[in-house]
């Protein structure tokens, strides 16, 4: 009678896993297409994306049993995509100098509506770049990606009131370039 719990274990072990299987589909149609931005956004190609995205929810799904705090999913999420990020920009650069790859751009169907978000980017993406690293995270998570303080506190291990304060610092800013950018 020794194979009867093993196979009662076996089956509850496949329950799980199939409940596993399910939340972790569910967490990649909710909030796939914010980690591909945030990916994006801290500097992973275009071309290794797909990679990078796939590497961040195998790193969810093995630490899916253990997550427990089920209401900072997106700051998890971000944590998750910053280190896969980190990783990737890394690689990168060790590709690029052993390739001297140059990487063209590409142009969507409407060439002037395309330079136009092209120059906005750039814009944003300079401005963030002139930004020091804790003001450029916390403007990017609320003003590009829409989190809430407190989510972009858990994101990133800093007070509520050290976001509100590093946000607007950064809007002023932003709002400053914005100005001189108009005056030109």
Not at 157 to 171: E, H, K, S
Request: charged content about 30%.
């Amino acid at each position: 009678m020794t194979t009867a719990p093993r196979t009662h274990a076996r089956v509850a072990s496949g329950h799980a896993r199939d409940a596993l299987g399910r939340e972790l589909t569910a967490l990649f149609d909710e909030h796939a297409s914010f980690v591909w931005r945030v990916l994006e956004r801290l500097g992973v190609a275009s071309s290794e994306s797909e990679d990078a995205l796939q590497e961040v929810f195998v790193i969810v799904a093995q630490k899916l049993p253990e997550y427990e705090e089920r209401g900072a999913m997106r700051a998890w999420l971000f944590t998750i995509a910053r280190q896969v990020a980190s990783r990737a920009r890394r690689s990168l650069v060790r590709r690029e100098r052993r390739e001297r790859v140059e990487v063209g751009c590409e142009l969507g169907d409407d060439p002037h509506r395309a330079l136009e978000r092209s120059e906005a980017a750039r814009f944003v993406q300079g401005f963030l770049a002139e930004l020091d690293e804790r003001q450029s995270a916390v403007f990017y998570l609320a003003e590009i990606e829409g989190l809430t303080a407190p989510e972009i506190a858990t994101c990133l291990g800093v007070g509520l009131n050290t976001v509100y304060g590093r946000l607007r610092l950064a809007r002023e800013r932003f709002e400053r370039a914005l100005r001189q950018k108009g005056g030109r």
